[in-house]
């Protein structure tokens, strides 16, 4: 038996929108050309036509709405072919790919309830889709762990949150005294750790923290002085060098940002560009 195509996805919205009653659930299975699309890619079209998730840009979500409709009628699985190869003359795909969409009016809802949950846990769990070669593995939502300065910590979190990121903020006061990271949660593989602090005495006692977490990035600002600190810092703290070369120093994509919302667009681009290539690295 040949394994299922596994690709990857982080699309929780979807799941949850796949449980209500009468949801339909369409999944891109096939691609023939280049697709602004992931293989795996899925819309539901709810029972009142409310769609969730993307499957194109636009060129082909009325289109699987009709089709969900007769799906839903006679409560039959179908895979449809757009674009290049579809028997379809008078639909085509702006980009000339062509791509197979598997339109499922009854999903296993017990399947997706018992992921839902598993990614609530903050754990992947996997989806094959019935009469197609492909599993979908869902990750666990970007978590961003942003500790340091109060107008830079406030803006990474209005920016993650319009991009759908969790970010849990800490803003430290006070002395170094004390566990500083109490009530913060496990950081996991899917959880980004960014230091945004200006007085970088505080990194002291969170850098060597956040680089013996599983998180998938570790992230400092600064310029050059305060990296070559940074580095002395972490050679007098007695941190492995396996264990300095993931820290991403300075972390953001934009050099030399002057004020706190440009600093977290860079900074936040530079984390959801890792996250992606966590999505890309399916076998």
């Not at 810092?233 to 050099?255: F, K, W």
Request: overall charge negative.
């Amino acid at each position: 038996m040949t394994p299922a195509r596994l690709v990857r996805s982080a699309d929780q919205a979807v799941l949850a929108a796949a449980l209500e009653p009468g949801a339909v659930l369409c999944t891109l299975v096939g691609i023939e050309g280049g697709f602004s699309r992931r293989l795996g890619a899925q819309l539901v079209v709810g029972a009142d036509s409310t769609l969730t998730g993307s499957l194109s840009d636009g060129c082909l979500e009325a289109e699987l709405a009709r089709q969900a409709e007769a799906a839903r009628a006679d409560r039959t699985c179908r895979t449809l072919r757009y674009g290049a190869g579809s028997p379809v003359i008078d639909f085509r795909l702006p980009c000339g790919a062509g791509v197979d969409v598997l339109v499922d009016p009854v999903p296993d809802r017990t399947v997706l309830r018992r992921l839902c949950g598993t990614l609530e846990q903050r754990s992947p769990g996997r989806l094959d889709i019935p009469g197609a070669d492909l599993a979908i593995e869902y990750l666990p939502r970007l978590r961003v762990l942003a500790l340091g300065a109060a107008p830079e910590v406030a803006a990474l979190a209005r920016i993650a949150e319009a991009f759908g990121a969790d970010l849990v903020p800490l803003v430290p006061s006070g002395g170094l005294s004390g566990d500083l990271l109490a009530g913060l949660p496990p950081v996991d593989p899917w959880t980004a750790v960014a230091l945004l602090f200006h007085e970088h005495e505080w990194e002291r006692r969170f850098v060597p923290w956040a680089l013996g977490t599983p998180a998938f990035l570790v992230g400092a600002i600064g310029g050059s002085q305060t990296r070559r600190q940074r580095l002395a810092m972490l050679d007098e703290a007695g941190v492995g060098a396996g264990e300095v070369a993931r820290l991403r120093s300075p972390l953001g994509l934009i050099p030399q940002t002057r004020d706190p919302h440009t600093l977290a667009l860079s900074v936040l681009a530079e984390i959801v560009r890792d996250y992606e290539a966590l999505l890309d690295g399916a076998a």
